[in-house]
């Protein structure tokens, strides 16, 4: 079966560093996605890893290990305006987007 | 950038009614779009995934007589929801991909559906 976990919620402070962590255990594997959700609103992409390490991208990082079936999304400099759900998704080799349960970010002042 | 766009944004119905959604790729040809739905505080769960010219290939649980899906050209998808109940009130988004550049979803902006 399919099954991609994540934390349900986690809080942090402006400025402050966070890592929301993500396992999974898919039919395949062809690569993973990390992508933001304001409530009410369609994802929006922020990153995707094929290989094991780490991508960097401005304030945000990715990082795979494929033999652990890991990966996190590390956020820097946090700002309020990075309240929002951070799902990960892992696209399998049937050719399918499956989506984890969703990391709901509170960023507090 | 690629946009998808989803018509309508909100839709209220009674419960026994038909409510058809629209899923456009702007600026690209979709030859594949992807049908997901999501409750309250729930990610997203795939419903469907249509390749333009043929029929839809449904999930698990999902029942393609209450799901119509249409992808008639390379450009639109519709998902018709057949005799809506309150049941199926969700927030339905669909994605788009091209042909060529196959591990790239670009998502529409979601359409909220309550049925009364």
């Known amino acids: 079966g399919q099954n991609i976990d994540q934390p349900t919620e986690m809080t942090a402070t402006e400025g402050a560093i966070v890592q929301i962590n993500c396992t999974y255990q898919?039919?395949?594997?062809?690569?993973l996605f990390w992508y933001q959700q304001h409530a009410g609103e369609a994802p929006t992409f922020l990153s995707y890893?094929?290989?094991?390490g780490l991508e960097e991208k401005g304030r945000f990082s990715s990082f795979l290990s494929r033999s652990k079936g890991y990966s996190y999304l590390l956020l820097k400099e946090l700002q309020m305006k990075d309240s929002a759900s951070y799902l990960c998704?892992?696209?399998?080799?049937?050719?399918?987007?499956?989506f984890g349960t969703g990391t709901r970010l509170q960023v507090f002042p | 950038g690629a946009v998808v766009s989803q018509h309508p944004s909100r839709v209220i119905c009674k419960s026994g009614t038909s409510v058809k959604i629209e899923c456009r790729s702007l600026?690209?040809?979709?030859?594949?779009m992807f049908w997901y739905r999501q409750f309250p505080k729930k990610s997203l769960m795939l419903m469907a995934t249509?390749?333009?010219?043929?029929?839809?290939?449904?999930e698990q649980g999902v029942e393609k007589d209450k799901f119509l899906i249409n992808h008639a050209s390379l450009t639109l998808s519709t998902l018709t929801v057949t005799s809506a109940h309150p049941e199926d009130s969700s927030f339905y988004i669909c994605?788009?991909?091209?042909?060529?550049?196959?591990?790239?979803?670009?998502f529409g902006p979601g359409t909220r559906l309550t049925v009364l």
């Open positions: 994605s788009a991909r091209e042909e060529w550049n196959t591990d790239t979803q670009y």
């Open positions: 898919t039919s395949g594997f062809n690569g």
């Open positions: 890893n094929v290989l094991d």
């Open positions: 998704a892992v696209w399998t080799n049937t050719d399918k987007l499956i």
């Open positions: 600026d690209f040809q979709a030859t594949t």
């Open positions: 249509s390749n333009e010219g043929s029929k839809a290939t449904y």
